[in-house]
């Protein structure tokens, strides 16, 4: 079994988490999620960074001793894994002793190897970034990286001897060309080293709230010098555990490092330098992503432009919002976040594609075959199958191999190119036709088990993105837990095995964008104290494929008086929704009347129609028909009619039936 240690950047908690925040934390989740389909064996560690003047000031700001500031936004941060279903193995606090043990353990051997000196630092500091930057680096007096005020140091400080590792570190990138995906950002890294290197100041004595330095306790450590060591402490080091030294042999030579594009130097350059001082072995990976805009901006709380991950779990629902960040971010490329563009995915990707797939598939199994799913002998598929066979079988591969890339986007772009074939398939297919005839029975059961078994395959390869559509998925196949991606191949789905009924994994959204924004509180300053998620607007399991509203938007505007058009609100007031006729018998002495009983999805019901002089009984059962759902009931002749059938009737003539396109599941809305 391989061994796969993953890490997360540790965050600040100056601040409440946000998009940014919560993006690297999915991203590493849905690589671990993978891998561990893949077989390995996962270490998943994400935390907070909690010491530092930021920090500090922060508190001082919230009028909150700083450890219980610290306890307050690191449970925010905590709280994000939850509601994101991070599969995170541990969470590490550098509040924790465990952190501090190891933080003095790596500086004392750092020192022993005499690459720790005191001096005095005079020079400039950026809070924001925590970072010291030399004065030909400011631009208009202001930080080169975020664009913050910066301030002017001057203290004790103790120095490590960064300008020893120049050599070391530019052999090393030369012999690792890998070390940092995108491989383009170590170039930065090795120009950055190439024009010298000068030592690093890495403590600091001008307040208190940090790691104390070894046997000087009027010093704390410089806030990287700390944070950088989370990722030895977790598996141990500087705990004096047996075990520890075990989990460090096997873990930390697999270690990739996830992370924003604005933290590469401490990470491709002092994290190295540090650990070559200490003696112990240089990172196996870096990623490091690019940045989430929000108008055009980086999305940061210094500007004030943060969107909150609960406002769109909320809105959208969580797989939807791990589904988007991660199909909309190429690796290594900044992205737009939008409520637009969060909008056109969820519906088209989301509810056009993969949803109608689920619900065709589902409900096709269902109608002609009574939910079991039929066999597709190898021997008896014609092209149209094994064409898809085999796209399904090429697609396992490639969305593995962009897995193993870290290239998710490309990833999800080949699944929906096979969803997309499935429901092209399906179409040309048309089942609903062929199923008018006995004779045509084989086909149609080729064409239902290829359908679900695609979908099948599907469930699995989106599985490390959004876990609980496939889980949703995997429950309407019958198939209980996850499918490992090391046996996942075409035709594995039985034949004969009993489907569950269909519900709607992603309802189309028919909300504006205006109306989504009441709902959504972007570029607000988030609150202090930890946020409570949103209730989700997902539908519970089991509800029919409607679109349901996802929370009341804004009052419309009130029309004229003489204006009789009516509003989006007012016409959605009707449900109107798909229906399957069941049963179907004429009236007893009544010409015009016909007695129907109809699935609407969710239950049967009676409807008296007034279409018997069109339709005799026995041609409308079977038919997929439109209905008004939330009509008062009514007696006609004595027979409660729960609902109204839809039919178009010509000036004087008969009427005739609204219909849609059979493949619809009972009770789909009608809008
Ligand atoms: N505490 C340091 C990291 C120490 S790691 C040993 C830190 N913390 S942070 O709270 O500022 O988080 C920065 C990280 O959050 C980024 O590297 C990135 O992973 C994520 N992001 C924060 N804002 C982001 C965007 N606007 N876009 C994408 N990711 C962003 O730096």
């Not at 930021?54 to 919230?62: E, H, L, P, T």
């Not at 010098?225 to 989370?230: G, H, K, P």
């Not at 066979?389 to 193993?404: L, R, Y």
């Not at 007695?595 to 239950?603: I, Q, R, Y």
């Amino acid at each position: 079994m391989s061994e796969s240690y993953l890490t997360t950047p540790i965050y600040y908690i100056n601040a409440q988490p946000h998009i940014g925040h919560a993006y690297t934390t999915m991203l590493t989740d849905a690589i671990a999620r993978s891998r561990r389909l893949m077989g390995d064996h996962v270490f998943f560690l994400t935390g907070t960074d909690e010491h530092g003047q930021k920090v500090d000031r922060a508190a001082q700001k919230a009028n909150l001793p700083t450890s219980v500031f610290a306890d307050q936004v690191s449970a925010a941060f905590r709280q994000m894994c939850r509601d994101l279903k991070i599969s995170n193995d541990d969470f590490i606090r550098t509040s924790e002793p465990r952190h501090y043990a190891a933080a003095q353990e790596i500086w004392r051997r750092v020192e022993r190897a005499g690459d720790i000196y005191k001096g005095e630092y005079e020079g400039w500091y950026c809070t924001v970034d925590e970072i010291f930057i030399p004065e030909a680096q400011l631009v208009d007096a202001k930080c080169p990286t975020c664009g913050s005020k910066v301030e002017r140091l001057k203290e004790e400080s103790y120095y490590f001897r960064l300008s020893k590792y120049e050599k070391p570190l530019l052999d090393f990138y030369r012999n690792h060309p890998d070390f940092i995906q995108p491989e383009f950002r170590l170039n930065e890294v090795r120009t950055f080293v190439e024009a010298g290197l000068q030592d690093l100041s890495i403590s600091r004595t001008s307040f208190t709230w940090g790691i104390p330095v070894p046997d000087d306790s009027r010093h704390v450590m410089y806030v990287w010098f700390d944070a950088l060591t989370n990722y030895l402490t977790a598996l141990g080091f500087g705990s004096g555990e047996a075990a520890a030294d075990e989990r460090l042999a096997r873990l930390w030579p697999t270690v990739t490092h996830f992370i924003g594009k604005e933290i590469v130097r401490q990470h491709a350059l002092y994290w190295p330098a540090f650990l070559m001082s200490a003696g112990i072995p240089v990172p196996h990976r870096i990623v490091a992503h690019g940045f989430w805009l929000m108008g055009g901006a980086k999305m940061s709380k210094s500007l004030g432009n943060v969107a909150r991950y609960q406002d769109y779990v909320g809105v959208f629902g969580l797989d939807a919002l791990r589904y988007f960040v991660m199909r909309e971010m190429p690796l290594g490329q900044d992205a737009s976040f939008s409520d637009e563009a969060i909008l056109t995915r969820f519906n088209a990707d989301l509810a056009n594609d993969l949803g109608n797939l689920v619900s065709r598939a589902i409900t096709m199994v269902h109608r002609y075959r009574g939910g079991r799913v039929p066999a597709s002998p190898v021997e008896s598929r014609d092209t149209l199958d094994s064409d898809l066979v085999a796209a399904t079988a090429a697609s396992i591969e490639s969305v593995k191999a962009g897995f193993a890339a870290i290239q998710i986007s490309q990833a999800l772009q080949d699944t929906w190119a096979l969803i997309r074939l499935v429901n092209k398939y399906i179409v040309e297919r048309a089942p609903w036709v062929l199923a008018k005839d006995r004779a045509n029975d084989e086909k149609v059961d080729r064409t239902l088990y290829h359908a679900a078994d695609t979908l099948r395959v599907i469930a699995a390869l989106v599985d490390p993105v959004m876990p609980d559509a496939a889980t949703r998925i995997r429950a309407m196949l019958g198939i209980d837990g996850a499918e490992s991606w090391t046996s996942l191949q075409v035709g594995t789905l039985t034949a004969g095995a009993q489907l569950r009924p269909v519900e709607a994994l992603f309802p189309r959204i028919e909300k504006t964008i205006e109306e989504l924004r009441g709902m959504t509180t972007p570029n607000e300053p988030t609150p202090a104290a930890p946020a409570t998620p949103a209730t989700p607007a997902q539908p519970a399991a089991g509800t029919p494929a409607a679109a349901t509203p996802v929370a009341a938007g804004p009052v419309a505007a009130a029309a004229p008086a003489t204006d009789s058009r009516i509003s989006i609100d007012e016409f959605m007031k009707v449900e109107l929704r798909v229906a399957k006729v069941l049963e179907a018998e004429a009236v007893p002495k009544s010409k015009k009347l016909v007695k129907l009983k109809v699935d609407v999805g969710t239950e049967q019901r009676t409807i008296v129609a007034g279409i018997a002089e069109a339709y005799p009984p026995d041609q409308l059962v079977g038919r997929t028909i439109v209905i008004v759902a939330n009509l008062k009931p009514a007696k006609l002749m004595g027979i409660e009619s729960n609902g109204m059938v839809l039919a178009a009737s010509p000036e004087g003539g008969l009427p005739n039936l609204v219909s849609v396109d059979p493949s619809l599941p009972a009770g789909s809305r009608v809008r």
